[in-house]
């Protein structure tokens, strides 16, 4: 197995390939976001109901990433797991060259939920992704990994 492929799998990224028609260029591969009026409007609460990717696209899955700081501390605090797990999903990004606004899919996972808990939620996720926001699942838990850690997320990214 390649030295990169190693560190992919290690790093817990996942990447699936799939041909491209070569006369694609990589910046014209866009998330379609869809909120049909049906349903009403999620953005408020930080996700969109459905995104599209390009049958053209590249797809990467970020695993889980929890509010640990780069020494592997937690902060007691739920809202500094949050900020920090988000600011941590940017660095797994950036690994991959890619942006907020091609992030198609998050899966948030939030310890002992309650609806005190959406303000930061939805705060943290419109910082990050501005008007672009992906669809999103929360899974309420009673708890995850490591017994500190109160919120988690993944994320399925489109490549250029």
């Known amino acids: 197995m390649s030295h ?7 790093g817990g990224l996942i990447i699936m390939t799939m041909g491209a028609p070569a006369a694609m260029a990589a910046n014209d591969l866009q998330l379609t976001i869809v909120n049909p009026p049906n349903l009403g409007d999620p953005t408020p609460n930080g996700y969109s109901t459905a995104v599209i ?3 053209e696209a590249r797809i990467a899955y970020i695993s889980g990433q929890g509010g640990q700081d780069s020494t592997g501390a937690l902060s007691p605090d739920f809202a500094a797991q949050v900020k920090q797990a ?12 890619a942006r907020p606004d091609q992030v198609a899919k998050l899966t948030v996972y939030v310890v002992d939920h309650d609806m005190s808990k959406l303000e930061v939620l939805t705060r943290n996720v419109t910082e990050m992704f501005g008007e ?11 708890k995850l990994a490591i017994d500190p850690m109160l919120f988690e997320v993944e994320a399925v990214v489109m490549l250029d």
């Open 4 to 10: 990169t492929i190693k560190h992919l799998l290690a």
């Open 53 to 55: 990717v390009p049958r």
């Open 86 to 97: 988000y600011a941590n999903l940017g660095v797994a990004l950036d690994g991959l060259g």
């Open 132 to 142: 672009t926001l992906p669809a999103q699942t929360l899974v309420p838990v009673p």
